[in-house]
């Protein structure tokens, strides 16, 4: 019984879960070919340092997943792995439940959506019977609206009724489904806090992105007492949408430059990669409007930038030489 009781100590140390009580949306836009998601949690940044964001993975021009309630790292990654082997969302599904890792898949839950191989949206969802009350999710041909822990049905109910009625981007819908969870006690672990949840985010792959590449990525990872995060992430968002409908262009990815840490709290860095040559290198750092806020001649050692000045929000910072565009990206400021 001893031997048996330290074998179950060493799998839970392999296979460490969080219990999270999330409320959440993955969807696919049929038309743009766009993934994305949107979710908030009680989990903050205390508990796992990017927050509710955990539960997040896009795969672009295939699909996305959403792995939630006792959340587990290897339950996500066999997820990921059998939608790059061309699985479709049910089939993902019912080979979590056969093959969970800690053999428990009553305490999961899961949020699925990807495309055939005609371009047909699909989806697919699981709420284990031992998840915490509320719970429930719901489909419909492009998304799926998963929760636990919830003040009740009416929380998903209004997620979907937001995310059907708004007719902007898919970036736009996510948004606005979010906000119809935002009620004191959406995540009733929240309820004495007076707010729905204590971090939040959303995020938006193009169809043609590369790995790790965002056409939209906020996150609020945490909030202080009684600050509802989804009106703190609607004002990133709201930022985000002045940025992209103004005069700064999207930028590229390059990774020439590593920005850390992101967010970032009182300082950050910013380092540029000893390949690329350092000498008259501009970098610059801009409010969401595209407003310079700092700017510095990299002399070839990493630039360190106080937070003390500016608001938080979202900021992007790009690198040029001679007036072309080598890298550039988003900062989050949380202060």
């Known amino acids: 019984m001893k031997k048996l009781l330290t074998i179950l100590f060493i799998l839970k140390l392999a296979f460490p879960s969080f219990s999270q009580d999330t409320f959440s949306i993955i969807a696919i836009d049929t038309i743009t070919g766009e993934i994305g998601g949107a979710g908030a949690s009680c989990i903050d940044e205390s508990a796992i340092p990017t927050g509710v964001l955990i539960i997040n993975d896009i795969i672009s021009g295939r699909g996305g997943i959403h792995t939630q309630a006792s959340w587990i790292s290897a339950n996500q990654q066999n997820a990921h792995n059998r939608m790059v082997e061309g699985l479709s969302p049910q089939e993902i599904i019912d080979w979590l439940v056969a093959n969970d890792v800690q053999n428990n898949p009553a305490v999961r839950q899961y949020g699925i959506v990807d495309k055939d191989a005609e371009g047909h949206p699909r989806s697919a969802a699981y709420t284990g019977?031992?998840?915490?009350?509320?719970?429930?999710?719901?489909?419909?041909?492009?998304?799926?609206?998963?929760?636990?822990?919830?003040?009740?049905?009416?929380?998903?109910?209004?997620?979907?009724?937001?995310?059907?009625?708004?007719?902007?981007?898919?970036?736009?819908?996510?948004?606005?489904?979010?906000?119809?969870?935002?009620?004191?006690?959406?995540?009733?672990?929240?309820?004495?806090?007076?707010?729905?949840?204590?971090?939040?985010?959303?995020?938006?792959?193009?169809?043609?992105?590369?790995?790790?590449?965002?056409?939209?990525?906020?996150?609020?990872?945490?909030?202080?007492?009684?600050?509802?995060?989804?009106?703190?992430?609607?004002?990133?968002?709201?930022?985000?949408?002045?940025w992209t409908s103004s005069s700064v262009k999207p930028f590229v990815q390059s990774n020439r430059a590593k920005v850390y840490p992101n967010p970032a709290k009182d300082s950050f860095?910013?380092?540029?990669?000893?390949?690329?040559?350092?000498?008259?290198?501009?970098?610059?750092?801009?409010?969401?409007?595209?407003?310079?806020?700092?700017?510095?001649?990299?002399?070839?050692?990493?630039?360190?930038?106080?937070?003390?000045?500016?608001?938080?929000?979202?900021?992007?910072?790009?690198?040029?030489?001679d007036g072309q565009l080598l890298d550039a990206g988003k900062i989050y400021i949380s202060r």
Not at 207 to 234: F, H, K, M, N, R
Not at 270 to 284: H, P
Request: proline share 6%.
């Open 129 to 242: 019977p031992n998840c915490y009350n509320y719970k429930n999710h719901i489909l419909g041909p492009n998304y799926s609206i998963q929760g636990n822990i919830l003040l009740g049905q009416h929380i998903l109910d209004s997620m979907e009724a937001r995310f059907l009625a708004h007719q902007g981007t898919l970036a736009e819908k996510l948004m606005y489904a979010l906000q119809g969870a935002n009620v004191p006690g959406a995540d009733t672990r929240c309820l004495n806090e007076g707010t729905s949840s204590r971090s939040s985010f959303i995020r938006v792959a193009k169809a043609d992105a590369l790995p790790g590449e965002w056409w939209c990525d906020l996150l609020v990872p945490s909030t202080p007492y009684g600050i509802e995060p989804i009106d703190s992430l609607q004002v990133l968002f709201d930022q985000w949408l002045l």
């Open 269 to 321: 860095t910013i380092e540029i990669e000893k390949t690329t040559g350092t000498a008259n290198l501009l970098i610059q750092v801009l409010s969401p409007e595209g407003k310079e806020m700092f700017s510095v001649i990299y002399s070839g050692t990493p630039v360190s930038i106080g937070t003390e000045k500016y608001p938080s929000g979202l900021y992007f910072y790009k690198v040029t030489f």
